[in-house]
């Protein structure tokens, strides 16, 4: 299981973006790799665009699966609070929180802060 950032899903959705032809080219490795779409949770969609928003049940409108994170808000919390220099976001800490406790290896970013943090990698590098 990977976990994406949302740098990573609007550098894949929007063509103009400088990533976008390294997220587009990691996206396709993932989705071959699995043999599905990568999860994604919910607070990482919460400031994009509609095809990032959840719509009822657990898929968004482009098919990515999202993992509530609310459940997890004591644990996030932790995680934020925890950090030595302070530098990921809420919504960071979130998705850390959800790849240490689904065992993802890996966070699929450009946010650079992401290298920062142990036991999960950030791709692509």
């Not at 990691?26 to 989705?31: C, H, I, N, P």
């Not at 898929?59 to 919390?77: A, I, N, T, Y």
């Not at 809420?90 to 850390?96: G, R, T």
Request: charged share 20%; hydrophobic share 45%.
């Amino acid at each position: 299981m990977i976990v994406l950032d949302s740098s990573f899903l609007v550098a894949d959705h929007n063509r103009r973006d400088v990533h976008h032809g390294a997220a587009a080219a990691a996206m396709e490795k993932l989705v071959a790799a699995n043999g599905a779409l990568p999860f994604s949770p919910s607070t990482s969609f919460s400031r994009w665009s509609p095809c990032f928003s959840p719509v009822g049940g657990s898929m968004s409108p482009c098919g990515l699966q999202r993992l509530p994170s609310s459940d997890m808000f004591p644990d996030v919390m932790e995680t934020f609070r925890g950090q030595r220099q302070g530098r990921l976001s809420f919504a960071d800490a979130a998705i850390v929180t959800v790849a240490l406790k689904r065992a993802a290896r890996f966070v699929a970013t450009f946010d650079r802060d992401f290298r920062q943090v142990e036991g999960v990698g950030a791709v692509p590098a």
